[in-house]
């Protein structure tokens, strides 16, 4: 789907079915820039032992929120990213 539809941002929940997200984030950064590989990207999890803010930074991820998520950190997330975007490539 990103291949065909680069979006703005991108969130995450690190506990996916058949792969973890810092999986999903490797596979994402690894993509060329013109393919997504520099789509902003915030990790959202409810499993604070097992994906840590450092891990998840490490992997490619720029945001991390723990669930359960206020919708405006949401928001706040989002447009801190767009608006960083917006002033590096315009």
Known sequence: ?????IPEVVICDLALPDHDGLE??????????EHGGIIPAIAV????E????RETRAAGFDVYVR???DPMTIVQAVSLLVGRRDATHP
Do not use: D, H, Q
Request: no cysteine.
């Open 50 to 53: 097992r994906f840590g803010v």
């Open 67 to 69: 669930k359960p998520i």
């Open 24 to 33: 999903f984030i490797r596979w994402l950064r690894a993509r060329r820039p």
């Open 45 to 48: 999890t409810f499993l604070y």
């Open 1 to 5: 789907m990103i291949a065909s539809n």
